[in-house]
Nanobody, 126 residues
């Protein structure tokens, strides 16, 4: 599958952005789709994940209440609505898939995600 992330840009602190990840190819019922970000000079950090079967969600603690992950199954697209953005949210945001042949628990370990798209840059000015 190819993952195409979009929706990044420059926004002032307190503002909002909605990122989209469009998948071309099959997404299977046990797959998990995640958003992961990487700030300049830092390691990749888990943001949120969604199960394709039930659209259950799991967030990194620091993102809870500000970020919402959702999907449009008909369009094979996953969104990340980001509200109350802070300068420390500045990063390149990637979407990634964790493939599995069976149901597995959510993972916040970025290395568990097998397939990655290119990122979209989010810059939050103070």
């Amino acid at each position: 599958v190819q993952l195409q992330a979009s929706g990044g840009g420059l926004v002032q602190a307190g503002g909002s952005l909605r990122l989209s990840c469009a998948a071309s190819g099959d997404i299977f019922s046990n797959d998990h789709i995640a958003w992961i970000r990487q700030a300049p000079g830092q390691e990749r950090v888990f943001v949120a994940v969604l199960s394709w079967r039930e659209a259950n969600k799991y967030y990194a603690d620091s993102m809870k209440g500000r970020f919402t992950i959702s999907r449009d199954a008909a369009k094979n697209t996953v969104h990340l609505q980001m509200n109350g953005l802070k300068p420390e949210d500045t990063a390149t945001y990637y979407c990634a898939i964790r493939r599995s042949l069976r149901r597995v628990p959510f993972s916040s370990h970025v290395n568990d995600y097998n397939e990655w798209g290119q990122g979209t840059l989010v810059t939050v000015s103070s």
